[in-house]
């Protein structure tokens, strides 16, 4: 039985990499999604097969032996990761900075999308050694919260194993918090001089906005007038979903952004796509010769895409309330799921080629969708 394979490729403007290993190991542990700044073409495999008498040993003695070499299967396949994220390079573009400072702040630290998801990703990557050395964390929200409050709430979804404590214990030692509001210069200003403070002048910035779509203005445009960094640093804005509520507005923002920041500082984000099987879709769809070929119309009756939760809004009632459920979900997670399973293959994993094929396939849709409505369907 195969235990282990990696595919790294460019999908959009990420290096994505797909992992896949045996199931003594965590669920998407090794999933990873690498920072806008690290494209990359080729690919890398490594495969190690694993005979049935091997996977179910009789005694406890095999069975921790299983273990011990799923766990060098393990790291073998992060080292395979490590050297496909670094080996990245895209002429005219930024690529991996291994030496060079970078610091990473979460517009809305406090939020539940920052604990449920951002801090337990960033965990996972650092504690796999797949970020630049001296990278740093910084969270940015309006509550009056300490970093060890932050770090409090984060605790159901950031975890260790006991092995994993101390490098746990490393990753929130480089992890700040700072007060603030979203609409005040004056506070944006306090930020960048923090920055400043925590990690030099010639930094690399990303700042992920984790925040709802009625501040990205007035948050984008402090961004763009305080704190961007300097020299030869860039800076990547991560724009998390939705964009815009409609249409237009989601056109406004679109203005707004080109107004502010170039095209390649801009990282629109469905952290959905993070999802190890949303991820493998492409890969499953377009790179496995057995199901690529059945993979139609001729073979396949329908599709059924289901989302369920076994929770509430748990403290997002007023979010939910103002934007609703439909358009949190439909049109981002949703939408994005049915276009990776329905559209046709790209010319290449390039980022205009993906979106090429999934506008073709919302023009059909709404094609169709009109066509039906016309005709009393």
């Not at 005694?59 to 921790?64: D, I, P, T, Y």
Request: proline share 5%; glycine share 8%.
């Amino acid at each position: 039985m195969r235990v282990t394979k990696v595919h790294s490729f460019k999908l959009g403007n990420s290096c994505a990499v797909i992992g896949g290993v045996s199931e003594a190991l965590r669920a998407g542990e090794l999933s990873v999604v690498g920072a806008p700044t690290n494209p990359c073409y080729h690919s890398v495999s490594e495969e190690k097969n694993i005979t049935k008498s091997q996977m179910s040993p009789p005694g406890a003695k095999q069975h921790a032996s299983v273990q011990k070499r799923d766990s060098a299967a393990a790291e073998e396949m992060l080292t395979l990761i490590r050297q496909s994220l670094k080996t990245c390079h895209t002429p005219g573009d930024v690529n991996w900075e291994g030496n060079v400072p970078h610091v990473f702040v979460i517009m809305g630290a406090s939020g539940d999308l920052a604990r449920k998801k951002i801090y337990p990703t960033l965990w996972w990557i650092f504690r796999d050694r797949l970020l630049p050395e001296n990278t740093i964390f910084v969270g940015y929200a309006r509550s009056n919260l300490t970093m060890q409050e932050v770090r409090k709430k984060c605790e159901p979804y950031v975890k260790a194993k006991p092995a994993e404590e101390e490098r746990l214990e490393q990753f929130w030692s480089i992890n700040h918090y700072v007060k603030g509001s979203y609409d005040a210069r004056r506070d944006f200003e306090l930020l960048n001089q923090e920055l400043g403070k925590l990690s030099g002048e010639r930094t690399n910035r990303i700042f992920y906005l984790a925040l709802p779509p009625s501040v990205f203005e007035p948050v984008t445009t402090n961004i763009r007038a305080c704190c961007m960094a300097s020299g030869t640093a860039w800076t990547r804005v991560i724009i998390e979903k939705p964009f815009g509520r409609d249409a237009a507005s989601s056109e406004k923002l679109s203005r707004h952004l080109a107004g502010l920041f170039k095209e390649e500082e801009l990282y629109r984000i469905d952290h959905y796509l993070g999802k190890e099987m949303v991820q493998n879709l492409m890969a499953l769809r377009f790179g496995n010769r057995i199901f690529g070929p059945t993979w139609n119309r001729d073979n396949i009756a329908s599709v059924f895409i289901s989302f369920k939760e076994p929770f509430g809004t748990q403290g997002r009632g007023g979010y939910f309330d103002d934007f609703g459920i439909i358009r949190d979900v439909m049109q981002n997670h949703l939408l994005q799921i049915l276009c990776l399973v329905s559209m046709e293959r790209p010319s290449s994993t390039a980022a205009d080629d993906i979106r090429d094929e999934k506008v073709d396939l919302d023009l059909d849709l709404r094609a169709r969708v009109g066509w039906g409505l016309c005709n009393g369907l």
